[in-house]
């Protein structure tokens, strides 16, 4: 049986890894879970006013299974949709404008775009139905051993590909216009990933289907699914930074020592498996490896810095072209790739508690405004966005990975029982993502640690599915 396992990280994918572990290999598995800064990761909340916003990680696209799954388990509850109009902004002028009658804004993407709309909706169910199919070889127990197999499973070499070229490049191959690419499909990547079109087209289509479905977001704050998962599994979080890992023997197994530093000092322990869920770049962590032969290779990739600036206060809506701010419509403003313009999207956001009597505050009142940027803010900038304000919190992250298309993927297995989660970021970059990421390390670690191998990278697996069904 196996004894100690370890994960380092306790975000989402981390709290996800430690629960999934538990569900396959069983309640018996002592597990230890290193974070050293919050649980929740980048699930981060802010306080404004006595009352808390979600700094970044905002909305769980409607498909998300695993999520939906964790909200369930945990007896949390969906927030409480509060409606607003959104917009894409030129620097100059608004490109589109949403509406309140659904109808008015088909209309209106036909009247400016023709069939690029409709093309591009084709487009991202299509890849979003064969995405669906993972849930379902995840519940026959089905695991896969790199990305790519992953990848493949899903959707063919066609899926593959779609890490290796640019969305801006599949879908004018698609036939949507390069007017509907510059304006609006440039403006829902900044706002996703602060980046351009040229992010590779899986990670575009993830990023596309969470801007067309419906959302949502957790009552409380998304953190809580974190710290719920921990819960419920028993972990024993440890605050501790993991500096490396050595690897030693126990009779013919592989034993690994995970060496950290706390307050206390530093110390080390010995485990039989171990996740990672922390990024293992250079630019990120100092993370070693010892003893492994061949060594762990280096991962030659860089994040895109990224900063969330949240702003109490007077939106200066003449900058938009509004003068009179009780006319001003937006909660969510887009932007597209504008030299000058220095911010990527910035909505008017509401706490992570909505209570029945919620309303949202009117254009011409103080309200708390998110602000997506690559660099922090002047005060130039600050004074352009709004009239006057009463605080602004700034948080630099590095949130996603520099998105450059035809780069290889790195791998999920490090060394036989020593996985590597954060890998999946590569691919794209969400929450759902991340812990269908989650559950399928757990299903390869119990598949190699049982040696169930005609459970992990089966070929033709939707036929398989269908004749166990």
């Not at 088909?106 to 775009?113: A, G, Q, S």
């Not at 709309?117 to 487009?123: A, E, G, K, N, T």
């Amino acid at each position: 049986p196996l004894s100690p396992a370890a994960v380092v990280g306790a975000g989402l994918g981390g709290s996800a890894a430690s629960y999934f572990l538990q569900q396959h290999f069983g309640p018996q598995v002592q597990l230890d879970v290193y974070e050293a800064a919050s649980v929740g990761g980048r699930l981060a909340t802010v306080t404004v006013n006595k009352q808390q916003y979600e700094s970044r990680g905002a909305s769980i696209h409607a498909l998300s299974l695993h999520m939906q799954d964790f909200v369930k388990i945990l007896g949390l509850k969906h927030r409480r949709e509060v409606a607003g109009k959104s917009a894409i902004f030129s620097g100059e002028h608004f490109v589109l404008e949403e509406t309140d009658w659904y109808l008015l804004n088909l209309f209106r993407l036909w009247w400016h775009y023709g069939i690029s709309f409709l093309r591009l909706q084709m487009w991202v169910e299509e890849v979003m139905e064969k995405f669906m199919r993972i849930y379902k070889y995840q519940a026959h127990g089905y695991a896969f051993s790199s990305l790519e197999e992953l990848l493949r499973s899903l959707g063919g070499e066609a899926f593959v590909n779609m890490t290796q070229r640019s969305v801006a490049e599949s879908l004018l191959e698609v036939g949507v216009t390069q007017r509907f690419v510059d304006d609006v499909i440039a403006a829902v990547l900044r706002s996703s990933y602060g980046q351009s079109v040229l992010v590779p087209a899986f990670a575009g289509a993830m990023s596309l289907a969470g801007a067309q479905g419906s959302t949502w977001a957790v009552e409380g704050g998304n953190k809580l699914v974190c710290s719920g998962l921990l819960k419920l599994t028993k972990a024993n979080v440890i605050s501790a930074r993991v500096t490396g890992i050595s690897l030693h023997s126990s009779e013919g197994r592989p034993l690994y020592q995970v060496h950290y530093e706390s307050t206390e000092g530093q110390g080390s322990a010995f485990y039989d498996l171990v996740v990672v869920t922390t990024p293992l770049h250079p630019s990120r962590s100092n993370f070693t490896f010892e003893n492994f032969d061949p060594p762990i290779a280096d991962f030659p990739a860089a994040f895109q810095p990224s900063v969330t600036s949240v702003v109490h206060g007077y939106l200066n809506s003449s900058y938009f072209g509004f003068p009179d701010p009780k006319l001003f419509p937006f909660t969510s403003i887009l932007t597209t790739d504008t030299p000058d313009l220095f911010f990527h999207a910035m909505d008017n956001i509401c706490p992570v508690n909505v209570s029945a009597a919620f309303r949202r505050k009117q254009p011409q009142e103080a309200a708390v405004w998110r602000v997506l940027s690559r660099q922090p803010l002047d005060k130039q900038q600050l004074k352009t966005l709004f009239r006057s304000y009463y605080s602004v919190q700034v948080a630099e992250w590095h949130t996603y990975p520099r998105y450059d298309a035809g780069r290889a993927l790195p791998p999920v297995v490090l060394h036989e029982n020593l996985f590597y989660l954060s890998a999946v970021e590569w691919v794209a970059s969400s929450m759902e993502m991340v812990a269908v990421a989650a559950k399928n390390v757990a299903l390869l670690a119990y598949n190699r640690w049982h040696q169930e191998l005609e459970k992990i990278d089966q070929k033709d697996l939707m036929h398989k599915v269908k004749t166990e069904l």
